[in-house]
Structure formats: structure tokens, C-alpha cells
């Protein structure tokens, strides 16, 4: 194996470049239009351009990657995770062009990588399952039925694919068709397959799960498992190992089980089997027939590197080592740095500044180091094309309290600016008292979400003003002289528009006023406070764990200053595309009723009306791409007897 093509973009190619690198292999890089200047096409020893901008157009496209294999002569091709990973005519025309597959074959993919495949080869080896349905009948009709025979609550899932996308829980044998609906919008548009299955839904289990590796002599181990119960929309977003439910005897019997399913299968390569814990008892949920993004967890507690045993592996090289011979040590936690919100929006933009806390990235695990696999840098565009991941976190400390604190303050010394992120909200789930303790469960942010994001608004809060200042004066300093004439300021954060009053004090001090509190004295530039101008009057900042926006409103009408937004217009909240309108002009609205279903970043996010009102225009169709703070629909007063 000489190079290795990487069907794949961002932080997993450059994780995958630099072990190639490392073990002597040249590497090439393939990217979109939007893709040209990432830092996976600089790093690799070759690039080739695939023409487009979707994924459909470029790496989701089989013989375009193929043609570049070609072009570059590699000889073997590496899938990363996602896209393409989990395809099996994906492996097996990289098979039979001639070249070395970097994963399992493709037979094994497609047991394995279907959700109902897995289970029926689960079901006859003994392997734990929860009662369900997964035939080849797809009506709604027939699921309806089987719903009524399995009962409620009940889990929709997506065949195919993984990333909780095409997943809808039901509750109410109501819900079941508008659950069907939605989950096989999101699987085609996600996976190309819209075949979904459903089984009983556990509402207060962990997600644990076991990472296994298997050569093509026969052999198969386990490397522990590992955490993944902090989750929105069933996506992870904090993983951990070991997990804290689990000990030594447990661990060996869904170790046990995942080696059965993946030897049942003839499996090679790395792989991981995803199972629901309740209490003692563990039930499969799927098998992920490639690398994880959570890898780094297992390679910080067991030294090894993953993606050099799936190289060699794939060159046809027994396991370097036996199941007895695998130790793990200490405790790893990484959690995703996501371009999205407090309240798990998507968002899109240009990174204008980054820097990241001391890391050793792309190396061996070494206990005590911080691990950063990204692919950021000032000036990388964020687009609606991929996934919202920016990158991911992982810190190994000999216990968990330590492996929190460490984190926590890799947080707090990471600085992504321009664009919403997720880091402040990553910070504050590490510090809740049920994280934190050990008890975090998958409904862990369906129930604390809301506590969360009241944490972080109130941190905003309670260094907004001196923060905005900083932000504002950054390109203009206070005078050194001192002015007896106050600057009214209107400031616009959160929505909410605060009233204060300016004076320089000279010597780039500042006599802040505002009504109902005590004038406060502010030295700039504050310390601590790093902040960007994301437009002519918007600032985005941040001082240690708090990030936050600002928007100057003095120049603004006093009436358009003051107001929210209301109830009478909806706009968009991120790029994306219009896949359902379920209201027509002159329907009455209840608050939170859907008025407009986006896809963006591969999911489907439902826009809801703030108030009782009447639909009074809308304003886009189905299949129509909508930019942020797009006017998506307008609204009339509620009309007398609407809902409310």
C-alpha cells in the first residue's frame, strides 16, 4: 500500500492523512467547490477537484472518486465515516477496480450496516434485541399494525445510515404516520434509502458502545466501551470511556456479544456495536460498519492508533494484539464542537478568527494531553452542504473528575469566532450535577436543555455590557482626554434592547449608566475579552466561557430598536432548504404549531409560530433554498376562537 485516496472532507481526512503520513504512505485529497482552500486538500500529498458544491455532486459520487483514484494512481481507499462509509457498492467498486478497501467487505457491510440485517443476524446468534418490526412490507398500512402489536412508546428508525437521522420517537399510535413521514423524508434525503424499521423505545436508557477490530485470520477483540448518552436529536455530542455504569463484568459480557455479531458476519476491520443499557440489561441497536467520529475516545485509553490498525489490517495483517493483552487506563472524554446554537440551530458563516488551546493532535494518546481533530482556521466557510461538526475535543486524565476539569478549561481557552457555536453550551453540560455525577441518561438534554440554556443566558447577561463595549470600542479606543458629554448607546442582544449612557473618563476609561442600576466604571480594552465585527454594527465575543452577540441599535428607529421580532413574520434562522409548507394561507395557529420544515446540515429542523396567530402570506415553497433572516411566512392577529 503505497497511497491512499480519503473519500472524505474536514477533520477525519487530516486525521487519516497524518497516520498515513506517519507510517510512510502518500495520501490523496479529493474536495468540492466550497472544499478548495480546506486544510485536508493542502495537507494531502495530492488533491484532485470533483466538481459541485452538495454532496450529491461530489462526495457522495462513486465514479468521480473512483476516476480520481485513477488519475492518482493509489492503490487503496480510505472512507472516513459518513458519506460513503457505510456503502456497500461503494466497496465493492473499489474492489473490483483493482483496489485495497480500507474497511470491511462489502458482504459484511451490507449484514451489518442495515439496522434490520444486523438484528435478524443478532436474533439467531443470541445477541439481546429489543420486539419490533424490520420486514420488506414498507406501507404505512403494515406498520400501523405491527405499532399495535409491539405498543407504545415505540422508536421509527431509518434503515440504513446512522447519525440519528430518520429517527422519531412515538408516543401515541397518533403520531405514527407524521413520524413515518418525517423519517423517510430525512433518510432519503440523508442516505438515498428511505426504508425504516420500528422496535419498542426504552425511555431512561445509556447509549454504551463497544469498539471491536477483527484481522482477516480469524481474529476479533474488543477495546472496551464507551458513553454516548448526551445526545440531541439523537446525535452525540459528549462521549466518554470507560462509562460509568458499566464495570468489569459487564463489559466483558457486551464484549462477548459484539465479537459474536461482527465474527457472525465475517467481519474485518474496526467496527462498533451500539447497544441500549437499562440498568443490567443491554439490548442492540445497530452495528456502525466503519470508524467512529468518537475514536480518539478508545485511542486515548488504550494508546493505540486506530486508523494505523485499520491500514494494516487492510494489507492483510493479523491483530498487533490479543484480547488479554488490551488495558485500559485512566478516563477519556471528548465532546463536538458544532457550528449551531444554545438551541441546537445550525448555522453557517466564515470563520473569522480561531485558536486553539495546547494540543498534540493526530498522535499516539499520551495520558494527560489534550487532543484537537479539527479542521479550522481563519477564513474557513462554514456552508450548508455538510454536517455542523467542527471539530472535537478529547482529553485523557487518570480519573473522570480530572478528564472534566481538563476539558472545561480546554473549552475556555478554544476561540472559534464569527459563527454560533456550541462550545459554551459543551462547558455547561460538564458542569451539570447529573453529568458531572455520573448519571447523565439519553434523555440527559430533553430534560435539561432548557436549565441550560437559562445558565448560559444569564452568564451572557452578567457580562454583556462591559463585553459589548469592549467589542465596540475595539477600533476605537476611548479618548485619553476626558468628554463631559454622554453617548447614548442602544445595544441589542439576545432580541432585547438595553438603554445606557456613555461618558469618557479619559485614559480609555468609561462611566457606564444604565436605568435601575449603579453607574459602573469599565477600563478598555477589557481583559479577557476577544471579539470579531461580523458586520457593519454586529460584534460577536467572547471571555473565557461565555460567547455572545451584539448589535449597536442607537442608529435605528426607536420603535424597530425596541422590538423583537413579535408575532408577525417568521424568518429563517439559518441556511437551508424548504421540504414541507404543513399550513396554507388564513389557518389559525396555536403557539408553537410547524408553519415551515428546513433541511439544513443534513437534518430537518421544524420552524414553529412564536403566538396564536393567523397565517396571513407565505412567502416560499417546497424545495425553494432560504438564506438567515429570509421572511419565511407573515401572521395576523389570531382570529376569535382560534386555539391559543
Excluded at 281 to 291: A, I, P, S, V, Y
Excluded at 391 to 418: D, F, M, N, S, Y
Aim: aromatic residues 4%; negative net charge.
Amino acid at each position: 500500500m503505497k497511497k491512499i485516496l480519503i473519500a472524505n472532507r474536514g477533520e477525519i481526512t487530516r486525521r487519516v492523512i497524518h497516520t498515513a503520513h506517519r507510517m510512510g504512505i502518500e495520501t490523496v485529497a479529493v474536495y468540492s467547490d466550497p472544499d478548495a482552500h480546506a486544510l485536508h486538500v493542502r495537507e494531502a500529498t495530492q488533491a484532485v477537484a470533483l466538481g459541485g458544491a452538495a454532496s450529491a455532486d461530489t462526495y457522495l459520487r462513486i465514479d468521480k472518486l473512483l476516476a480520481a483514484a485513477r488519475a492518482t494512481g493509489a492503490d487503496a481507499v480510505h472512507p472516513g465515516y459518513g458519506f460513503l462509509s457505510e456503502n456497500a457498492d461503494f466497496a465493492q467498486a473499489v474492489v473490483d477496480a483493482g483496489l485495497t478497501w480500507i474497511g470491511p467487505s462489502p458482504a459484511a457491510i451490507r449484514a451489518l450496516g442495515s439496522k434490520s440485517g444486523a438484528k435478524a443476524l443478532a436474533h439467531a446468534h443470541g445477541v439481546p434485541c429489543l420486539p419490533g418490526y424490520s420486514g420488506d412490507d414498507q406501507s404505512d398500512e403494515r406498520f400501523a399494525a405491527e405499532a399495535a402489536r409491539i405498543g407504545t412508546p415505540l422508536m421509527v428508525k431509518a434503515v440504513a445510515g446512522g447519525g440519528g437521522r430518520g429517527m422519531r420517537l412515538v408516543t401515541d399510535l397518533s403520531q405514527l404516520p407524521a413520524a413515518l413521514a418525517s423519517a423517510r423524508s430525512e433518510a432519503l434525503a440523508g442516505f438515498g434509502c428511505g426504508d425504516l424499521l420500528i422496535e419498542r423505545a426504552l425511555l431512561q436508557p445509556r447509549h454504551v458502545e463497544v469498539q471491536i477490530f477483527a484481522d482477516a485470520h480469524g481474529a476479533c477483540i474488543h477495546l472496551g466501551e464507551r458513553d454516548c448518552s448526551v445526545q440531541r436529536r439523537h446525535q452525540k455530542i459528549i462521549e466518554e470511556s470507560p462509562s460509568p455504569a458499566v464495570d468489569a463484568a459487564l463489559r466483558e459480557c457486551m464484549g462477548a456479544c459484539a465479537v459474536a455479531l461482527a465474527q457472525a458476519a465475517g467481519y474485518v476491520g474496526a467496527g462498533t456495536v451500539e447497544f441500549l443499557l437499562d440498568g443490567a440489561e443491554f439490548f442492540l441497536m445497530e452495528m456502525n460498519t466503519r470508524l467512529q467520529v468518537e475514536h480518539p475516545v478508545t485511542e486515548a485509553l488504550t494508546g493505540l492508533d486506530l486508523v494505523e490498525w485499520q491500514i494494516r489490517v487492510a494489507r492483510g495483517e493479523p491483530l498487533p494484539l490479543t484480547q488479554d493483552q488490551v488495558h485500559l487506563q485512566g478516563h477519556a472524554i471528548e465532546v463536538r464542537l458544532c457550528a449551531e446554537d444554545a438551541h441546537f440551530r445550525p448555522h453557517t458563516g466564515r470563520v473569522l478568527h480561531f485558536s486553539a488551546p495546547p494540543a498534540i493532535a493526530f498522535e499516539r494518546a499520551v495520558p494527560g494531553v489534550l487532543r484537537f481533530d479539527h479542521a479550522l482556521e481563519e477564513g474557513a466557510e462554514v456552508t450548508p452542504h455538510y454536517d455542523a461538526m467542527l471539530g472535537k475535543l478529547i482529553v485523557h486524565a487518570p480519573t473522570r473528575a480530572e478528564a472534566i476539569a481538563a476539558l472545561l478549561r480546554a473549552l475556555q481557552g478554544t476561540r472559534v469566532l464569527g459563527l454560533p457555536t456550541n462550545r459554551a453550551f459543551l462547558a455547561a453540560c460538564l458542569q451539570h450535577p447529573v453529568f458531572s455525577s455520573g448519571q447523565a441518561l439519553v434523555p440527559f438534554l430533553a430534560e435539561h436543555a432548557q436549565e441550560l440554556q437559562r445558565l448560559l443566558l444569564n452568564s451572557e447577561l452578567s457580562v454583556h455590557i462591559p463585553s459589548a463595549l469592549s467589542a465596540i470600542f475595539a477600533s476605537n479606543t476611548p479618548s485619553d482626554l476626558p468628554c463631559a458629554m454622554a453617548r447614548p448607546l442602544r445595544l441589542r442582544h439576545q432580541g432585547e434592547v438595553h438603554s445606557i449612557a456613555v461618558r469618557e473618563l479619559g485614559g480609555g476609561r468609561l462611566l457606564v449608566e444604565q436605568a435601575g442600576a449603579e453607574p459602573v466604571t469599565l477600563q478598555l480594552p477589557q481583559r479577557g475579552v476577544h471579539c470579531v465585527a461580523v458586520g457593519p454594527r454586529r460584534w460577536h465575543w467572547q471571555t473565557g466561557g461565555v460567547d455572545g452577540w451584539v448589535e449597536d441599535a442607537s442608529w435605528e428607529p426607536a420603535a424597530r430598536a425596541g422590538a423583537a421580532g413579535g408575532a408577525t413574520e417568521l424568518r429563517a434562522p439559518f441556511n437551508g432548504k424548504v421540504v414541507a409548507l404543513p399550513v396554507a394561507a388564513g389557518q389559525a395557529l396555536a403557539a408553537g404549531d410547524t408553519v415551515v420544515v428546513i433541511e439544513s446540515m443534513k437534518l430537518e429542523h421544524s420552524l414553529a409560530s412564536p403566538a396564536a396567530a393567523t397565517v396571513a402570506e407565505l412567502l416560499v415553497a417546497p424545495g425553494q433554498q432560504v438564506s438567515p433572516g429570509q421572511v419565511l411566512a407573515r401572521f395576523a392577529p389570531a382570529k376569535q376562537g382560534a386555539p391559543a
